[in-house]
Nanobody, 120 residues
């Protein structure tokens, strides 16, 4: 059974950097064609794709985030991470990690999500 679990701080200050980790169990991050993804949902808004890292280690980030977001992985721990810097209150959201079995298809596994609030 595949499980994804997000971890990280629930409250961060504006201008600081958010670091979130997604721990994966029941599947290898190096399995072919898998896209390991970060998605967020601000309050009252829809889901926003933030970016992904692939089975081969290449990453892609939503252009709307410009250079603020970095996605990386640690295959020895079977984890992937999101760093988002220069936080503003608009980054307040529930952050999810998810798995897509291939490019362009839907997500078949999701973490439960973690609330991140940006506030001073």
């Amino acid at each position: 059974q595949v499980q994804l679990q997000e971890s990280g701080p629930g409250l961060v200050s504006p201008s600081q950097t958010l670091s979130l980790t997604c721990s994966v169990s029941g599947a290898s991050m190096s399995t072919n064609f898998i896209y390991w993804t970060w998605i967020r949902q601000p309050p009252g808004k829809g889901l926003e794709w933030m970016g992904h890292i692939t089975y081969s280690g290449s990453s892609s980030v939503n252009p709307s985030l410009k250079t603020r977001a970095v996605i990386s992985r640690d295959t020895s721990k079977n984890q992937f991470s999101l760093e988002l810097n220069s936080l503003t209150v608009e980054d307040t959201a529930v952050y999810f990690c998810a798995r897509a079995p291939n490019y362009g298809v839907g997500y078949d596994e999701w973490g439960q999500g973690t609330q991140v609030t940006v506030s001073s």
